[in-house]
């Protein structure tokens, strides 16, 4: 495990703890958390392999929270000194004191034990913001040089984004954590233009809760993907518009990721089931009444929720509240069977405890329910994703993800691609153009009839799913191997757009 770096390790982050504590215990609270972060974000995009942004951003800060006389009272503050951190926790107990006055909903956590001091680092090996940024400048305009070097590619945009995120959480139940991960996300997008019109190909490489190693071979074969993107892109320009119809599906996890994020991920948050993200970002059809009957998929769909998972992008050793994080089953042999829960939540609805679901996107901001790493598990003896595709007589495969849309249950969707190929007689003919493919969540799911094993999974995910008002962004990722679904209904997206 990497050691905390010694310039967040020497805040004074115990004393500024101990001091928001215990003036808020003195001033009546009921549950108090205090939490210092130190949030470093770095993006570089360059344009035809010419450095066009650089960005460098830098936040620190602290929050306090309260539970008093069943309410929330929430403040934050920079001045990192012990007579701040306490007129901060003032504040928070203050405005718990202003607000009880419109509560119609007694506050109450889940219990969770008392963890003493803890300390967790992410898994990576190089932090990337001790590699120079000339270096990273040199190493995507040469990634981008190879695809301009080809004809058949005119313009690439590339860009990197990366985080480093340190979290510092004391409670008055007696659990101090301190905490440290890292994670990034390079792309590259090739531009093709053809008879006057053009398209886009994209490098599938998803973000991932790694170090700067990750550009350098471990985790992603680069070279491979840069050399094959000109030869996809001058295909998918060339290609035929899909015919309209039923087809089996082959669903690469490079685009699978998103369908599990929107259709599974958000709809067994317990929060949106109860209709607490009504007001922006909808509801779910998977409501409690549905949980332990509800046949969501197939026999053979298992979908975890993991907060543990090694390289994930919502991994972390506890959350922000204090919950040591887990694994647990959201779906079990196509059965709902679980949701996503924070403490408030999880004491709502009777659970004794918590699955580590709590994150604030920032030192100003109050932790909501937010998305773990949810994926679908592989099957142990599961065929490989050729072994899936020559199953299939009439068929489509897709790979990566693109434009997307879903109602506000997370019920009716569709989803496009970067590259779609047809199936024939078990074997690819070629690309298609203007492929969207059409369900609804249940009816998809228990469409799927065969898993991947585990060489045909990966990790996909984003850096950016929002929530809340004001809006919060959390990165999240979503495991996934390859799948096959029977007669899904195709659209021809263009012509879809066109009537």
Same mark, same amino acid.
């Given at each position: ?6 310039d967040f390790a020497? =805040?004074p982050?115990r004393a500024?703890a101990?001091?928001? &504590? /215990?003036?808020? !215990?003195?001033?009546g %609270?009921?549950?108090? +958390?205090?939490? =210092?972060?130190?949030?470093?974000h770095?993006?570089?995009? &360059? /344009?035809?392999? !010419?450095?066009?942004? %650089?960005i460098?951003? +830098? ?9 008093k ?10 001045d990192?000194?012990?007579?701040a951190a ?24 889940a ?7 803890r300390?967790w ?9 001790t590699?120079?940024i ?12 190879r ?15 990366q ?10 139940a007696?659990?101090?954590t301190t ?6 996300h390079?792309?590259?997008?090739a531009?093709?233009i053809?008879?006057?019109?053009f ?17 350098t071979?471990s ?43 929107e ?8 929060d949106r ?5 009504a ?17 969501y998929?197939s ?6 929720g993991?907060?543990?998972a090694?390289?994930?992008l ?5 959350d922000?509240e204090g ?15 679980g949701?996503?829960l924070d ?7 009777g ?5 580590g679901?709590a994150?604030?996107d920032?030192p100003?901001?109050?932790p ?19 072994e ?18 879903i ?15 047809k ?5 690819l003919?070629g690309?298609l153009r203007?492929?969207?493919y059409?369900?609804?969540t ?9 898993v ?6 990966v ?17 999240v ?14 659209l021809?997206?263009?012509k879809?757009?066109?009537?």
């Amino acid at each position: 495990m990497r050691e905390i770096d010694p310039d967040f390790a020497a =805040l004074p982050m115990r004393a500024l703890a101990d001091a928001a &504590l /215990s003036r808020a !215990r003195e001033l009546g %609270a009921e549950h108090v +958390d205090f939490r =210092l972060e130190r949030i470093r974000h770095q993006t570089l995009r &360059l /344009s035809d392999g !010419r450095l066009e942004t %650089a960005i460098d951003a +830098d936040d620190i800060g602290f929050a306090v929270r309260v539970v008093k006389d069943g309410t929330w009272g929430f403040a934050a503050g920079i001045d990192l000194t012990t007579g701040a951190a306490a007129r901060v926790a003032e504040q928070a107990v203050e405005v718990a004191k202003v607000s009880a006055a419109i509560n119609r909903e007694r506050i109450e956590l889940a219990a969770e034990p008392a963890h003493g001091e803890r300390v967790w680092t992410s898994s990576y090996v190089i932090d990337p913001f001790t590699v120079p940024i000339r270096d990273k400048v040199a190493l995507l305009a040469d990634w981008s040089g190879r695809l301009l070097s080809d004809d058949r590619v005119a313009h690439v945009d590339a860009s990197l984004l990366q985080v480093k995120e340190y979290k510092f959480y004391a409670d008055a139940a007696g659990t101090v954590t301190t905490q440290q991960r890292v994670r990034l996300h390079p792309v590259l997008n090739a531009v093709g233009i053809r008879d006057g019109g053009f398209d886009t190909m994209r490098t599938l490489a998803p973000p991932v809760g790694r170090g700067y190693e990750y550009l350098t071979g471990s985790g992603w074969e680069w070279d491979d993907e840069l050399a094959r993107i000109p030869e996809h892109l001058a295909e998918k320009l060339a290609a035929p518009s899909v015919e309209a119809g039923v087809y089996d599906l082959i669903v690469d996890p490079s685009n699978l990721w998103l369908t599990i994020h929107e259709s599974i991920g958000h709809a067994t948050e317990l929060d949106r089931a109860l209709g607490y993200e009504a007001a922006y970002a909808g509801t779910s059809f998977a409501t409690p009444d549905k949980l332990g009957t509800l046949q969501y998929g197939s026999k053979i769909m298992n979908i975890v929720g993991d907060r543990t998972a090694e390289h994930g992008l919502a991994t972390i050793g506890y959350d922000d509240e204090g919950v040591e994080t887990q694994r647990w089953d959201i779906i079990r042999d196509g059965r709902f069977v679980g949701y996503q829960l924070d403490r408030r939540i999880a004491h709502l609805t009777g659970q004794k405890r918590s699955n580590g679901c709590a994150f604030a996107d920032s030192p100003s901001s109050m932790p909501l329910q937010r998305m773990a790493n949810v994926s679908l598990e592989a099957a142990t003896d599961g065929p490989s994703t050729e072994e899936l595709i020559s199953g299939v007589d009439r068929g489509i495969y897709v790979v990566g993800d693109k434009s997307w849309s879903i109602d506000m249950q997370r019920y009716n969707f569709q989803f496009t691609g970067q590259r779609f190929y047809k199936i024939e007689n078990g074997r690819l003919a070629g690309q298609l153009r203007d492929a969207a493919y059409q369900a609804n969540t249940t009816d998809f799911w228990n469409s799927m009839e065969a898993v991947g094993g585990p060489e045909t999974y990966v990790l996909g995910g984003a850096f950016n799913c929002g929530k809340g008002q004001p809006g919060q962004v959390a990165p999240v990722s979503h495991g996934t191997p390859s799948a096959l679904f029977r007669g899904v209904n195709i659209l021809n997206a263009v012509k879809e757009a066109g009537q």
